[in-house]
């Protein structure tokens, strides 16, 4: 016969584990779900008030027969679409030949389809172009930027075998001590919380090499919540103004202060 521990330790097997590994499944495959509705949730006004904005000002353009210049894109993308070498660019791409893209991680799809057919134009020509910018910072997604755009796709239109990736992995900006908290940081990140993931990809060159080597500081400090406050916001604030004042005492000026 069985003994006591061995028969709770299979009723365990057969009815607590199965359940358990059922509710494991279902927060994995859920769970995405339920962390995106709560944050729109929290945004759901904002999102309200900005469709009001949005409504208001398309029926403005219409009125006053205007249009923005951010919406340029979108209509030079439809003038462009489907087109080798687009009319509309046909006397810039006669004048110029090498193109320079800049901050390229703030660029959108629907722009890079419209600089794609000047770009490709000059590189079958035998002129090198060049586009410029940091994937990671792709995150922001500012100006609709898209983090696939700058890793996979230029190449993919390009042709790898016509296109070269040079790393400026040299920080000219910041302090010894920084840099190497920086590299030391989102390494460890990385590889803890995401590896074999996209993110480790767009991390993968994220270590950059010292030029600057006076020493600086860097200084991290966590704050937990009080049950008697509602935020832990105010413990930062509190503890940041005197900080500052500790670098008052050491006679760093407040014009070489600044808080992001």
């Known amino acids: ?54 409504q208001e000002l398309k029926a403005y353009k219409e009125e006053q027969n205007i249009l923005l210049l951010s919406d340029s894109p979108k209509l030079l993308n439809g003038i462009i679409a489907g087109s080798d070498t687009p009319f509309i660019y046909e006397k810039a791409g006669s004048f110029y030949k090498n193109f320079l893209i800049d901050e390229f991680q703030d660029t959108s799809l629907l722009q890079w389809n419209n600089f794609k057919p000047l770009v490709l134009n000059s590189i079958d020509q035998g002129y090198p172009c060049a586009v410029v910018g940091d994937v990671k910072q792709s995150i922001y997604r500012w100006r609709g930027g898209d983090l696939a755009l700058l890793q996979k796709k230029v190449i993919h239109d390009a042709g790898s075998y016509r296109t070269a990736i040079k790393q400026l992995n040299t920080n000219y900006r910041s302090a010894e001590t920084l840099v190497q908290f920086n590299n030391t940081f989102f390494d460890f990140i990385t590889h803890q919380f995401f590896s074999g993931t996209e993110v480790s990809d767009i991390y993968a060159d994220v270590k950059q090499h010292v030029f600057h080597h006076t020493k600086g500081e860097v200084q991290v400090q966590f704050f937990a919540k009080d049950g008697n406050k509602s935020d832990w916001k105010e413990d930062a604030l509190e503890s940041m103004a005197k900080y500052i004042e500790l670098l008052q005492e050491k006679k760093i000026p407040l014009s070489e202060i600044a808080i992001l």
């Open 1 to 54: 016969g069985w003994t006591a521990d061995e028969s709770i330790q299979h009723w365990l097997d057969d009815n607590v584990m199965p359940a358990y590994e059922e509710i494991i499944r279902y927060f994995q495959l859920e769970g995405p779900k339920v962390a995106a509705c709560q944050i729109l949730l929290k945004q759901y006004h904002t999102f309200s008030l900005l469709l009001y904005f949005i």
